[in-house]
């Protein structure tokens, strides 16, 4: 191989199988075999379970002619623990060990497991199921069981319906006492009060009591016609108007007529005669004479007459206030009375109400009595047998061929996982090439197969690529006096960027910082989003000193700023000083004090592979120092 740069090379990799197929083979079989066998051998010697099952109503039937009654979860939960209980259990085995057909012992724990009561949901059925290897057993058990409950309910309800008339029979006759004593009760209490009937109006205190309202309405009406005659009265009067009594009125009424007439004829003759000649003309003269004794006789009856109005209108209003007065105060009176008899008539009706309910609870007692006598339930069967049980003729567990394939899946899964187990715990390691170095960068670690091949894998072409890493594009490097000089001719911001620079952190990290990423205290650089790095004393020592991130350059002002102090320093070809300059020259400080370029990733960030194999031609070899053995300050580092 010779040492051009560029040069390819052909890299064998020589795999061996890990574990012969024969063995693999027989760990296989050795696993599948035998738990193949020992599940079949259990699954096939497991007996067959059969299910022999009955339906049993827990009421009784319904006749044809009423409707059914509602499901009675209660009863029928009743009726299940009856069922299981001992007593009905304990019956049974008596009833099998009696049966001609039976060849065997039982006890009630044996039909405790083999019984189960399944209710219908909703209903008052109940599924009563055995299950045994014995299918003409279990049909036998079962129609057994049916058998012995219908006895003991039998039994229950004629004891139960003997106990229950006898203690429906002794509430009646108490509740016969009772209402014969609240009946005595209300008629004495009637008798004592004078209440006539259950209608208040029927009685005396409230009949009198409705008269005296209606009396007080009509007096309080006619208070109210007399207080207006008064007033119309006395409005005529204060306007001159002729008022008379009305007994006078027709005989006034004459009077104005004779008047109104005796005016017309002496206005008649007044137009045909002078005043003389009626004067002395005795006929004409007798006119006006009686005009005038007919108009003081009327003056007289308006004068009485208006008098005795008023006096008669004053005397009906004072008459109709009295009455008034009169008949409020007999109501007064009456409240007292009122008062005491609308409670009286209120506990009457409560007593009343008392010898209904008592009466009401009569007649339902009386009516249970009825309907035990009528029904004669301990004469008809309680419970109705819908279905009996049957002979099973398969069973329902279990599922040989279902079983099989499930033990021979599980087998092949274990035998499979045997081989891998085995294969794995069996590997042997490959012989470790010797480390490649590249430029100062030791590879130690070489990619192997994680599985066995049986065939070589085909070669792989190698590449040294410190070769072939062009140089002229490596940035220059700055010696320690020179980036001294161009700190100090530099403004207060571009300063801070180069301290922050010499710390490892790129432009655009510097760019993201503000004044709470700097942590004085634990000296940490906390970069917004990507990472933490170690402070440096120097850094530290330069933003203690007044530099302030309100008015932090730009990018474009970053670069323009540092040429202006490569100018200003002196320092030769200050064009080719630029950020990525003083970022390689930091990163050269680092790897030629030896730190492993893994650590130099922590404190620079990402790099290149480019940029790591430039790196890692300056190296000094061998590079694995830690970050605890490395000096990251470049200003308090001794001079190079």
């Not at 990163?587 to 480019?610: H, M, N, W, Y």
Request: net charge negative; with cysteine; charged share 25%.
């Amino acid at each position: 191989m010779t040492d051009n740069p560029h040069e390819y090379r052909t890299v064998s990799n020589d795999f061996e199988p890990r574990m012969p197929r024969l063995r693999r083979w027989l760990a296989f079989l050795t696993v599948f075999l035998p738990c193949m066998l020992v599940s079949q051998i259990y699954i096939f010697l497991q007996p067959a379970i059969y299910q022999s099952g009955a339906t049993v109503l827990t009421m009784a039937a319904t006749d044809l002619d009423q409707a059914s009654p509602s499901a009675d979860i209660q009863h029928v939960s009743i009726q299940k623990q009856l069922l299981l209980g001992s007593s009905i259990l304990e019956k049974t085995v008596e009833h099998l060990q009696n049966m001609l057909t039976n060849n065997r012992d039982w006890n009630a724990d044996e039909l405790r497991n083999m019984f189960a009561v399944i209710p219908e949901p909703e209903t008052n059925l109940v599924h009563l199921q055995a299950e045994g290897p014995e299918p003409k057993v279990l049909q036998r058990a079962v129609n057994a069981w049916i058998e012995t409950y219908l006895q003991i309910r039998a039994a229950f309800v004629a004891e139960n319906t003997e106990k229950v008339t006898a203690e429906i029979t002794d509430q009646l006759q108490r509740i016969d006492r009772q209402v014969a004593e609240k009946r005595n009760e209300v008629d004495r209490f009637r008798l004592q009060h004078d209440i006539l009937s259950t209608e208040s109006a029927d009685n005396q205190a409230h009949a009198r009591l409705q008269g005296l309202n209606k009396s007080l309405n009509s007096a309080l009406e006619e208070e109210v016609k007399a207080k207006a005659k008064l007033d119309t009265i006395l409005g005529a009067i204060s306007r001159n108007e002729v008022v008379v009594p009305e007994e006078d009125t027709r005989a006034m009424a004459v009077l104005l007529q004779q008047a109104e007439k005796l005016r017309e004829e002496l206005a008649a003759i007044e137009a045909h005669y002078t005043k003389e000649y009626i004067d002395l003309n005795p006929n004409l003269g007798k006119v006006r004479e009686e005009l005038i004794e007919i108009e003081a006789k009327i003056a007289q009856k308006a004068s009485v007459g208006k008098d005795f109005a008023r006096q008669e209108a004053e005397h009906n209003y004072a008459a109709a206030r009295e009455a008034v007065a009169a008949i409020r105060q007999q109501m007064q009176a009456h409240k007292q009375l009122a008062a005491e008899y609308t409670s009286q008539f209120t506990e009457h009706q409560a007593l009343q109400q008392e010898l209904l309910n008592l009466e009401t609870l009569q007649q339902e007692t009386k009516q249970r009595l009825v309907d035990i006598d009528v029904k004669q339930r301990e004469k008809y069967p309680q419970v109705d047998v819908v279905d009996w049980a049957s002979l099973p003729d398969k069973p329902i567990r279990p599922n040989y061929l279902q079983e099989s394939l499930m033990a021979f899946a599980g087998s092949l899964a274990l035998a499979l996982l045997a081989v891998l187990i085995i294969d794995y715990l069996s590997r042997e390691p490959a012989p470790q090439p010797a480390p490649m170095s590249l430029g100062g960068i030791h590879l130690h670690h070489q990619p192997r197969a994680m599985l066995d091949v049986t065939e070589p894998a085909a070669p792989q072409v190698g590449y040294d690529p410190l070769k072939a890493l062009p140089i002229a594009d490596t940035p220059r490097e700055l010696n320690h006096q020179e980036v001294l000089t161009l700190t100090q001719a530099a403004e207060p911001s571009i300063k801070a960027v180069i301290h922050l620079l010499f710390n490892g952190l790129s432009l655009a990290e510097i760019l993201t910082l503000s004044a709470d990423c700097l942590n004085f205290d634990a000296l940490m650089i906390l970069i917004p989003g990507q990472r933490n790095v170690l402070m440096t004393d120097s850094v530290a020592d330069c933003f203690n000193k007044d530099v302030a991130f309100d008015n932090w350059p730009t990018e474009a002002e970053i670069k323009t700023l540092l040429c202006c102090a490569a100018i200003d320093s002196g320092l030769p070809n200050p064009e080719l000083i630029t950020i990525e300059t003083l970022r390689y020259t930091y990163l050269l400080f680092l790897v030629r004090q030896g730190i492993k370029l893994a650590d130099l990733t922590k404190i620079a960030g990402p790099l290149s592979p480019e940029q790591l194999l430039e790196l890692g031609r300056h190296g000094v070899p061998p590079a694995n120092l830690g970050l605890e053995n490395i000096n990251l300050d470049y200003f308090r580092a001794t001079g190079r």
